[in-house]
């Protein structure tokens, strides 16, 4: 099993670009997790997906953030246009059922200057 | 709502000495409680859990219990070693809350030879 799966690995992008971060999350996991995390915030939740349906978008900070799973093994996340306060690293999760453990993947790591 | 209150770090320790890391939560339900670990540049992964009332998880030397009369998983170990040093998460998911997974602020912790 090769895990959840997270490209690229580093970006580095100029304030008002377009970012895509991308995402295959384990085969036959059902819900699928995006986090930031950052020095002053901790890991936040940004939205999760169950079945490839958005069920909680709240944490996304603003409009500039969209996010997407068309299908059960890729989800995108995207910000336009990228700010330097989005500069974080991004981590994608997945799982199998509710009580069961959640699998990161090995994040990105995101500078927008 | 469900939340995660756990200690805040950093945490410095010697070698060999004893551990603990306090978690407290919130939830309506019953949840599945999980301590994650992070190595520098690395995804979250899971350390242990447990899933009911009175279970102890344990993995590493690590272990933690379900304690639903003071709502705690505290993270202990009897003698840590260097390679111990991360940053340890507590969470939680519930099922009465759309299975959603909930995170701690994470602890830092260091161990010195």
């Known amino acids: 099993d090769a895990g959840v799966i997270q490209s690229p690995r580093h970006e580095v992008t100029e304030m008002g670009q377009e970012v895509t971060l991308r995402c295959k999350p384990i085969s036959g996991h059902n819900s699928l997790f995006w986090y930031r995390q950052t020095m002053m915030r901790g890991l936040e939740l940004l939205i999760y997906f169950n079945n490839n349906v958005p069920i909680d978008d709240s944490g996304m900070p603003e409009d500039r953030f969209s996010a997407k799973m068309p299908n059960a093994s890729f989800s995108t996340l995207k910000i336009q246009p990228s700010e330097p306060r989005d500069s974080a690293v991004y981590f994608c999760a997945s799982r199998r059922s509710y009580n069961e453990k959640l699998f990161f993947g090995s994040g990105t790591q995101l500078s927008v200057l | 709502g469900d939340s995660v209150t756990q200690m805040e770090g950093p945490v410095t320790l010697s070698e060999e000495a004893f551990l603990t890391i306090n978690c407290t939560y919130t939830?309506?339900?019953?949840?599945?409680l999980f301590w994650y670990v992070q190595y520098p540049g690395e995804g979250l992964q899971l350390l242990l859990k447990?899933?009911?009332?009175?279970d102890k998880g344990s993995n590493k030397g690590f272990e933690a219990t379900y304690r639903k009369e003071t709502t705690s998983f505290h993270l202990e170990k009897g003698s840590v070693q260097v390679s111990d040093s991360a940053v340890y998460f507590c969470a939680l998911s519930d099922l009465n809350t759309g299975n959603q997974f909930y995170f701690g602020t994470g602890t830092s912790l260091t161990v010195i030879p």
């Open positions: 447990a899933t009911k009332a009175d």
């Open positions: 939830a309506t339900g019953y949840p599945s």
